[in-house]
């Protein structure tokens, strides 16, 4: 009987291993959503001169909690004339669109130091050679949720996000497309994975090697910062963020698209437009920034900045010792210390790693992953700071910068990459 | 059963039933969801026939940017529901005979083996993206070329027709 199953469960490994993988990305990146809300009020606030959330745990850490149970517990109105169907399903529709996006994204070159179920672990769920394609084709379906959230709501304020938001996402589709067809032809590819190992001159130049400055292996391409310029902003338009913000504009359109949206079914708009953030941040990293490649060149002399994620969390975690043992209520004097200490002795045993051959492994198998996050969160933290500081567009000014700027840009980007490449006499 | 042939099954039959909701329903935007429906439908199919670049073009283009061109023109006219006239009396006479006849044919064209139509369900062909791309720009460039000018020139009548009404 034990026998037979497990049997079962070894000639089914893959597809256990793959749910397990779906179900934990999910909820990872739930629970980073839930503390880019945090930051992004965070941040907000003190670009403002305010404190943001700090009445729900200290700092307001269990701001996101907070939020997440009130959104449960609200009342859920459904408005009279509505369209029963399509209200129900747009926030489905936008909600599973942007956690799909992100099955394609791989998050690591390496797979986990052991075997599960006689199985090697890698960091993506899944591989296909049109991964970027895929993405493309996932934002195309993704205008869907907000158009139709806005028709189906039988209100003229969300009519107009919806009719605003569907106008934006054609114009900047096109650019957004056109800005990376200059990364396409360095690669030649359109798995996201290829894209990642064709800019791996970065172990021989560090940073030089990214597609950013394009330094690859057949020497010195041209330099991929306009299209860079041109995906970022394009790709803001995309998912709806500020200053690009028109579908729901508050200070215009109440909410836009989402105005007769309440309780959970704001919510998954919600974590549909934060988790296109995740995505598009993820893009970017993989396309202009190497992905998983180190800033640092592999050589010898370089060797000490694997160590920069323990460098970086031992005094965090030290500071936020000392932080909390000053803080004001007996919540955080008790909490933030154990916080800084589990950093700090993260830190430490990653640093430890210049000794033991073990924790050497571990260090080395942190190393991309790092890069990665770490490059995901300068996105992030641009998205917040844009929202910040700058004011939105109006209606004509952001069709004239879609239609007149970007896209002439673009496609002028594509045309002298090609010309640098055949230039160079490369494939 | 193999899981791709049940794969095959619930597209096509989505696809089956996306368009004959696409028919039926009444708002225009029911219809364009329905349609909507039978183009990813559709790249699933293309999927599993092997052909990545199709599907995914299939979604992005008609999927994504022509559809929500649809959608976004019913949203601009607040379209309501439309009303049911009295069909056409050739449709009420001939509709289901020409209907069953049409199917009967293409059936007829499916079900005959043809040694010289490759296998639906092959594995994925390497490089399909890079062999669809030289077929275009290098075999049939002038076709796919005077295609884009053909486009233009819609585009370009589009424009002239909406500055007139303008004056």
Same mark, same amino acid.
């Given at each position: 009987m034990i026998e037979s199953l497990k049997n079962l469960v070894e000639q089914n490994a893959f597809w256990i291993i793959t749910v397990v993988k779906i179900v934990l990305l999910v909820f990872i990146v739930l629970t980073v959503n839930a503390y880019l809300t945090w930051f992004e009020r965070k941040a907000v606030a003190h670009i403002q001169s305010r404190w943001g959330?700090?009445?729900?745990?200290?700092?307001?850490?269990l701001q996101p909690a907070a939020d997440g149970l009130k959104f449960l517990f609200k009342e859920d109105p459904t408005p009279q004339g509505v369209d029963r169907f399509v209200y129900y399903l747009a926030p489905l529709l936008a909600l599973a669109l942007s956690l799909t996006a992100?099955?394609?994204?791989? =998050?690591?070159p390496n797979p986990l130091p052991f075997k599960v179920l006689g199985q090697e672990v890698y960091l993506w769920i899944t591989n296909p050679d049109i991964g970027l394609l895929i993405l493309f084709s996932i934002t195309a379906l993704s205008v869907y949720g907000i158009a139709l959230a806005g028709w189906a709501s039988n209100s003229k304020y969300s009519l107009l996000g919806g009719l605003r938001s569907s106008a934006q996402m054609i114009s900047y589709e096109l650019a957004l497309t056109m800005s990376v067809v200059g990364v396409l032809l360095l690669a030649n590819s359109f798995s996201l994975q290829e894209i990642i190992n064709q800019q791996d001159n970065a172990k021989r130049v560090g940073f030089l090697g990214w597609n950013l400055f394009a330094w690859t292996r057949n020497g010195l391409? =041209?330099?991929q910062i306009i299209g860079f310029i041109c995906f970022f902003t394009s790709a803001i338009a995309e998912t709806n963020?500020?200053? =690009?913000d028109l579908p729901e504009a508050e200070s215009e359109l109440?909410?836009?698209?989402?105005?007769e949206y309440a309780s959970f079914k704001f919510a998954m708009f919600f974590i549909a437009e934060y988790t296109a953030m995740i995505t598009v941040s993820c893009l970017a990293t993989i396309l202009?920034?190497?992905?998983?490649?180190?800033? =640092?060149?592999?050589t010898p002399l370089f060797h000490?900045?694997?160590y920069i994620p323990s460098i970086m969390l031992i005094p965090f975690g030290l500071w936020v010792i000392y932080d909390g043992l000053k803080y004001e209520t007996i919540w955080g004097k008790l909490v933030l210390p154990v916080i800084g200490f589990v950093m700090f002795a993260i830190g430490s045993i990653l640093l430890a790693g210049a000794w033991n051959s073990h924790l050497y492994h571990v260090n080395e198998f942190i190393q991309p992953v790092f890069w990665f996050t770490a490059k995901v969160f300068v996105f992030l933290f641009f998205y917040v700071w844009a929202r910040g500081t700058l004011p939105r567009l109006r209606y004509d000014q952001l069709m004239n910068f879609g239609w007149k700027l970007l896209l002439p840009v673009s496609i002028a980007n594509v045309i002298f990459t090609a010309g640098v490449i055949l230039a160079r006499g490369a494939k | 059963m193999t899981p791709v042939l049940l794969i095959f099954f619930v597209l096509a039959g989505l696809a089956v039933i996306g368009a004959l909701s696409l028919v039926v329903q009444k708002h225009p935007i029911h219809s364009a969801l329905s349609l909507i429906v039978v183009m990813v439908c559709l790249a699933g199919l293309y999927l599993l026939m092997g052909a990545e670049f199709v599907a995914a073009v299939q979604i992005i283009v008609y999927g994504g940017a022509i559809m929500v061109l649809f959608i976004f023109v019913i949203m601009l006219l607040n379209a309501g529901e439309e009303e049911r006239t009295d069909f056409s009396k050739l449709a009420k006479i001939a509709g289901l005979p020409l209907a069953l006849a049409l199917t009967a044919a293409i059936s007829a064209a499916v079900v005959k083996?043809?040694?010289s139509i490759p296998n639906a369900t092959q594995a994925v062909i390497p490089d399909a993206t890079k062999l669809i791309s030289s077929m275009l720009f290098q075999e049939f460039v002038y076709p796919f070329e005077l295609t884009s000018f053909l486009i233009l020139v819609a585009i370009m009548g589009a424009l002239v027709l909406a500055q007139r009404e303008k004056k």
């Open positions: 959330p700090h009445r729900v745990g200290p700092h307001g850490l992100l099955a394609v994204i791989p =998050f690591g391409m =041209f330099p963020r500020a200053p =690009f109440v909410a836009g698209f989402h105005t202009f920034l190497g992905g998983w490649q180190s800033a =640092f060149p592999e000490i900045t694997h | 083996p043809d040694a």
